[in-house]
C-alpha cells in the first residue's frame, strides 16, 4: 500500500454542487477498490498559467489516499471519460515527501513501506506514532 | 590578480530542506528565468542533488497550469 495524491483540474464554469458530485464520485472509486482517503483538498478556482481547451481558469481539487497501484489507473481512465477534466496529476509520494511529511508530525501513521527510508527521521523525533510501530514489527 | 570568488551554496542544503514541494510556485520561480526557462545550477548554485528534485518540481507545476512552459514578451 502506497500513498498516491491525485490532482485534478475541473472546468470553473461549474456549480459547486457539481463539484462536490465529482469529489463523491472519486471517493467513491476508491473505496470500492480498498483505499482509504486521507484529505480532500479543494483549492478553489485559480488563473491558469496558459490556457487549457481555451479556458483561462480552473478549479482545482487534490485527493490524498492511499491503496493499491490499480487505483490511479482506474482514476485516469474516468478522467479520460470525464469532459469537465481539463487536467490531472497523479503520483507516489516518493521517500522524500514522506520524510518531509513525518517531520512535520502532521500524519502520525506512517506506511509500513516507509519505514527503511524514514528510519534517521525517526530516530530524531521518537514521540511519532511511527516508533510504536517499527518497535511492534 | 585572480578574482576570488566566493564559493555559491546550495540553498536548499543551507536551510536543510528536504523535500521541494511543486505547489510552492513562488518558489519555484526564484529558480527559473522570466522567460520560463529552468536555471542551470551553475548560476543557482543548487546542488546536483536539489537540482534533480527540483527541475521534478517545476515540469510537475508546468503540468498543472502552476506554472508557464513559456512567456513570451515579443508581442
Known sequence: MAIYESIVILDSLLTPKDIDNVVDRLSVIIQERGG????????????????????????????????????????????NYSDNVLRYLTYRFDKYKIRAMQNAAEQAKAPAA???????????????????????E | MIKIRKKRVCQFCEQNIDFIDFKDDRMLRRFMTEQGKILPKHTTGTCAKHQRQLSNAIKKARHLAILPFVTDFSR
Open chain 1, 36 to 79: 482509504v482517503i486521507r484529505k480532500i483538498d479543494k483549492w478553489g478556482k485559480k488563473r491558469l498559467a496558459y490556457e487549457i481547451e481555451k479556458k483561462q481558469y480552473g478549479f482545482y481539487i487534490s485527493i490524498e489516499f492511499e491503496g493499491d497501484g490499480n487505483i490511479p489507473h482506474v482514476l485516469e481512465s474516468d478522467y
Open chain 1, 114 to 136: 516507509a519505514v527503511p527510508a524514514a528510519e534517521a527521521v525517526v530516530a530524531l523525533k521518537p514521540e511519532t506514532n511511527a516508533v510504536t510501530q517499527e518497535s511492534q
